[in-house]
């Protein structure tokens, strides 16, 4: 086989867009409405939390309602209408982050940090890991952490490390972050959002997993950092290190905490203050938090020295790059359409119930950890399998008398932990071409860190069990 032929073979088994997944399930969705019988479950309003129950054992057959093929365009735009709410909060988000991440504010605390911590040794791994989990846990920081790559791999070679350690602690400490998701809107929130639990809630547990990721994380990177530093061949990317000169970081080009950067931390912490007050005292939701998170970023503008002109700028420049991920929120969402228009996805989650419900309560609640992390190869964003599969883990939760906090936390876990080896997450592909660290190697390295992950996450899944987490 020759050149051509078998870099045709390797785009044939490319893996397709988001969107293009996404239109699949659709018409796979449409395609159920004709294979699987269509039923229902009788559904109650719970009078204290204010939640729509499944009525256990009230499932029964209803009329067929398949969805043609004709119909599905309109199923997509009526998902997309739906979803309106949670679309628009997203753009907010998007837009206010954008003008907080403008203002320098982010590259001058680690600037601070690494110039502080610099000269620390090991100790520069765990406090790294710890500050951009801030990000993750807070911004839902993924990709965009890659700009910060080459300041920690800097940092690291100044310690006498490689370019795997400065590109591990700024990207897996981001991904620690993200996957606790203590207060992320884009994975947490909108997944409690859907679940019709308190969003933010339960919090305390995120706040012990997060603990326990960074430090199980920064122990196996301090580890990896001993061994390049006692001896650079047993690094993982010993070539690349010999490539290169030893770079040193130039701290006199880093930039320095000024009086709009303290100005731009002080309205941050007093907007999240606000929205935990706002949550968990006045049961706040989307309309009350999309006004918080716009006026913080309106007051981070004013802070930073910007006038109307230059925040709306911001604003509109984070909400277009929001736009990939608001799509596919609606999209998603058609798939539930059609699945309600066919009826069938009570079917879904009674065969579901059925399936699982002999066994032990701790395996059906790691089946659900499971199916979390399958679906996060293929759905890749955090929103977009929110979307996909909580209307279906929500209602099978409450037939397995699993609480709907403990189906948050088994999505939460499956859209993170795995984010950081799946070819196709642009926050692991954009680290590692910054870098200069081929996929190969990283895999080498993280494989056994994931696996420990996992098991974290299986622990705590059951934990949350056992304690009916709510």
Partial sequence: MDSTAKTSSRQWFKMPHTFVILFILVFVAAALTYTIPSGKFERVKDKVTGKSLLVTGSYHHVD????SLIEIPKAIVHGLVASADVVFFIFIIGGAFQIISSTGTIEAVTSRVAKKFAN???????????L??????????????MVFVPIGIAVARALGFDALTGTAMISLGASCGFTAGILNPFNVGLAQAIAQVPMFSGAWLRVIL??????VTSLYLIRYAGKVRKDPAKGHVYELEQSVSGEKVDFSKLPI?????YLTIAAVIIGFGLEIWGVSKNGWWMEELGALFLTMGIVSGFCAGYGPSRIASEFVKGTSSITYGAFIIGIARGIMVVLEQGNVIDSIVNGLSILVGDLPSSVQVLGMYAFQNIMNVFITSGTGMAVTTMPIMTPLSDLLGVTRQTSVLAFQLGDGITNMILPTSSALMGSLAVSGITYQKWVKF???LMCMWLIIGAIFIIV??????A
């Fill in 464 to 469: 949350a069990n056992v304690i009916k987490y």
């Fill in 132 to 145: 951009f989990s801030v990000g993750g846990f807070t911004m839902g920081m993924s990709t965009e952490v």
């Fill in 210 to 215: 997060l603990i326990c990721l960074i430090t």
């Fill in 257 to 261: 905490m000024q009086l709009k950067h």
């Fill in 446 to 448: 993280f494989w056994p």
């Fill in 120 to 130: 620390k040794g090991r100790w520069v791994i765990p406090i790294f890991i710890t």
């Fill in 64 to 67: 067929p309602s398949p969805v």
